[in-house]
């Protein structure tokens, strides 16, 4: 089983709001990633936790705050979000995040419109 | 910083076999990735070379030189399904996946 799940699927949200998407897998994967990808780009990286720890930030503004509760959820809470952070966010997950052979697979993602 | 080349878009006819090639230039590899991805859905793993050589999975083979800095993704027997954008990735430090701009692959009758 390689099954990474988001929810909620879709979400629109005004500028003012404060909202949270959620990743879940249980393969045991003791990494987790968010991307965020706009429409005709590539997936860009955001965060990575690796064992529970935060250990890449890529230069995200703090409007997006990420948190991992245990080893198998993986939240990215919003707040204050611009329009042009409309998009769709992707979760993902590997074994762990030192390895030469890991393979990340993703969540369906969770397409954000902000309003 | 990294920096992958693919090309833009791929034309094919049901049938045919298509390769579509990626160049990059990486502050540290570990491997080059390649993944699939359906207009609104979302990234699926295909295939990983570490190794130089070819690896091959049912009607998707991926080949790496890591002296060139090149790889690329051979589909076969193409089917209407295989429409979609094509990424290769490169596998740096620390799991960093760092994803070339996307192949745009049609599939024509």
């Known amino acids: 089983d390689t099954e990474v799940t988001q929810t909620p699927k879709h979400l629109v949200m005004g500028m003012t709001n404060k909202k949270s998407l959620k990743c879940e897998q249980h393969?045991?994967?003791?990494?987790m990633y968010w991307y965020k990808q706009k429409a005709k780009k590539p997936p860009e990286l955001m965060f990575v936790?690796?064992?529970?720890?935060?250990?890449i930030n890529e230069s995200v503004p703090s409007r997006f705050s990420p948190e991992c509760p245990n080893s198998s959820l993986l939240n990215l809470h919003l707040h204050a979000l611009q329009p042009e952070d409309s998009a769709l966010y992707l979760c993902?997950?590997?074994?762990?995040?030192?390895?030469?052979?890991?393979?990340?697979?993703f969540g369906p993602g969770t397409r954000l419109t902000v309003l | 910083g990294q920096s992958l080349e693919q090309p833009s878009e791929v034309t094919a006819v049901e049938g045919a076999i298509v390769q579509i090639n990626c160049t990059y230039q990486?502050?540290?590899?570990?491997?080059l990735s390649w993944y699939q991805q359906h207009d609104g859905g979302a990234p699926t793993f295909l295939s990983y070379?570490?190794?130089?050589g070819l690896e091959e999975t049912g009607r998707f083979s991926s080949f790496l030189s890591r002296s060139d800095s090149y790889g690329y993704l051979l589909l076969q027997e193409l089917q209407m399904k295989d429409s979609a954008s094509y990424f290769c990735?490169?596998?740096?430090?620390?799991?960093?996946?760092?994803f070339g701009k996307g192949t745009m692959l049609l599939v024509s009758p």
């Open positions: 993902a997950s590997s074994q762990t995040s030192a390895s030469s052979t890991d393979t990340q697979y």
């Open positions: 393969m045991g994967h003791r990494a």
């Open positions: 936790y690796s064992y529970e720890k935060l250990s």
């Open positions: 990486t502050s540290g590899f570990y491997g």
């Open positions: 070379n570490a190794l130089d």
């Open positions: 990735a490169v596998l740096s430090g620390y799991s960093t996946l760092t």
